[in-house]
């Protein structure tokens, strides 16, 4: 499956973004998506991940009750809404298919076989 995320730039401290990630190939509804990020210097971290179906979501530590996933089967997309945002949530965002379909997702990178290309998402205090 190929992906390709969209949405990122360059925003105030609390303000808001929305990432799309559209997917072509595959059978984007059976399978999870997951939300991956990588600010410089660091490794890329776990974001948020959307069960199949999207059903069950989970999300890090650091962005709960400020970012929601969401997916719509029908437009082969998943989103990552961003509220709240802050300086240290500057980073390259990726997004990630499962490997397996039918999954409830994974926190773990290993879980996913296909990524996007990212989208940088600046952060401004």
């Known amino acids: 499956v190929q992906l390709q995320a969209s949405g990122g730039g360059l925003v105030q401290a609390r303000g808001s973004l929305r990432l799309s990630c559209a997917a072509y190939?595959?059978?984007?509804?059976?399978?999870?998506m997951g939300w991956f990020r990588q600010a410089p210097g660091k490794e890329r971290d776990f974001v948020a991940t959307?069960?199949?179906?999207?059903?069950?979501?989970y999300y890090a530590d650091s962005v709960k009750g400020r970012f929601t996933v969401s997916r719509d089967n029908a437009k082969n997309t998943v989103y990552l809404q961003m509220n709240s945002l802050k300086p240290e949530d500057t980073a390259v965002y990726y997004c990630?298919?499962?490997?397996?379909?039918?999954?409830?997702?994974?926190?773990?990178?290993?879980?996913?076989?296909?990524w996007g290309q990212g989208t940088l998402v600046t952060v401004s205090s």
């Open positions: 959307i069960s199949w179906s999207g059903g069950r979501t």
């Open positions: 990630a298919a499962a490997s397996r379909p039918y999954y409830s997702g994974s926190y773990s990178e290993g879980g996913y076989d296909s």
């Open positions: 190939g595959r059978a984007f509804g059976s399978y999870a």
